[in-house]
C-alpha cells in the first residue's frame, strides 16, 4: 500500500494550455503510458503555482522548505489497468528555487527537476486578483501571469479545464522499460476566468528547440485554479 511522501497545499495554480504535435511528446512517453487527447489535441501546461505547508511523510516539516514556487512543462498521458484508465501527467522539466526539493525529486523519484532564483507576487484589486510567478534564466527573468474574476465557478465536468486538472497520476520516464507512478491526491478546484494574461518563457532554452515552434501562438486556453491542499504517495514501479 502506498504512504504518504509529501503533504502539501498548493495554491494559485496559472494554466497556460498549448496544443503539442504527437511527433514532439512521444520520444517522452514513459513505458507502459500513452497519450492522452482532448478532442484530438495533446495538450502541454505551462504550470505556475505556490508551495505552501509542506510536510515530509505528511508529518514533518522542513526547515526554510515549507514554502516556494513551483514553474513546469507538463503533458497528459493515461495508463491501461485492470480497473479502467489511470489518467496522469509527464513533467519534461519542473522549476524550483529550492536545491534541496531538486535533489530529493530527482533522486527519489527520477523528476527532471530544476533549480533557478524565484519570486512571485499576489495582489487583489476590487474584483480582480493578479498573480504573477517568475524564474531567472541565465541573467533574464521570465514570468506567466494572470489578471482573473475574484469570483470563481465549480469545475465542469467533461470539459477542458476538467481534463487538463484532473490528472491524478504522475508518471516519470525511468528508463526504455521502466516508469515511476505516484498518485497525487487533492479535491476538485474552482476556476476563476482570466482576463489578461502574459506569458514570456524561454522555451528553446529551457526545453530544448523542438518545443519552441508551438508556443510561438497564443494558448489554446488560460485559467486560474484556486488549488487545495495535496497529498502526494509514494511511488511504484510500472510493470
Known amino acids: 500500500m502506498a504512504t504518504t511522501f509529501l503533504s502539501a497545499e498548493w495554491r494559485n495554480l496559472i494554466f497556460a494550455n498549448y496544443a503539442l504535435n504527437r511527433s514532439v511528446l512521444e520520444p517522452l512517453v514513459p513505458y507502459g503510458t500513452e497519450l492522452d487527447e482532448f478532442n484530438g489535441i495533446c495538450y502541454g501546461s505551462l ?25 513546469n ?11 479502467g484508465w ?9 522549476i524550483v528555487p529550492k536545491l ?16 533557478h532564483p524565484m519570486r512571485h507576487r499576489w495582489e487583489t484589486d476590487g474584483q480582480t486578483q493578479h498573480i504573477r510567478y517568475e524564474w531567472e534564466v541565465g541573467s533574464t ?11 470563481g465557478h465549480p469545475l465542469v465536468a467533461d470539459g477542458e ?11 516519470t520516464r525511468r528508463g526504455v522499460h521502466r516508469t515511476s ?12 476566468p482570466v ?14 528547440r523542438q518545443f519552441a515552434p508551438f508556443f510561438e501562438q497564443p494558448p489554446r486556453s488560460i485559467f486560474l485554479a484556486d488549488g487545495s491542499a495535496v497529498t502526494i504517495k509514494s511511488g511504484a514501479a510500472v510493470v
Not at 476538467?162 to 491524478?168: G, K, L, N
Not at 494574461?197 to 526545453?207: A, G, S
Request: charged letters at 25%; proline letters at 4%.
Open 195 to 208: 482576463n489578461t494574461y502574459d506569458v514570456h518563457c524561454d522555451i528553446e532554452q529551457l526545453y530544448g
Open 161 to 171: 479545464e476538467a481534463f487538463i486538472t484532473e490528472h491524478y497520476w504522475g508518471y
Open 73 to 83: 512543462l507538463r503533458f497528459y498521458v493515461r495508463r491501461k489497468t485492470e480497473t
Open 141 to 151: 527573468w521570465n514570468h506567466i501571469e494572470v489578471n482573473a474574476d475574484q469570483q
Open 100 to 115: 534541496a526539493i531538486s535533489l530529493v525529486a530527482n533522486t527519489l523519484y527520477g523528476e527532471p527537476y530544476a533549480t
Open 47 to 71: 504550470v505556475g503555482f505556490y508551495f505552501q505547508r509542506v510536510k515530509l511523510l505528511g508529518r514533518i516539516p522542513v526547515p526554510f522548505h515549507t514554502e516556494f514556487e513551483e514553474f
Open 86 to 94: 489511470k489518467r496522469g501527467v509527464v513533467f519534461v522539466k519542473e
Open 181 to 192: 507512478e505516484y498518485e497525487v491526491v487533492h479535491p476538485t478546484w474552482s476556476i476563476f
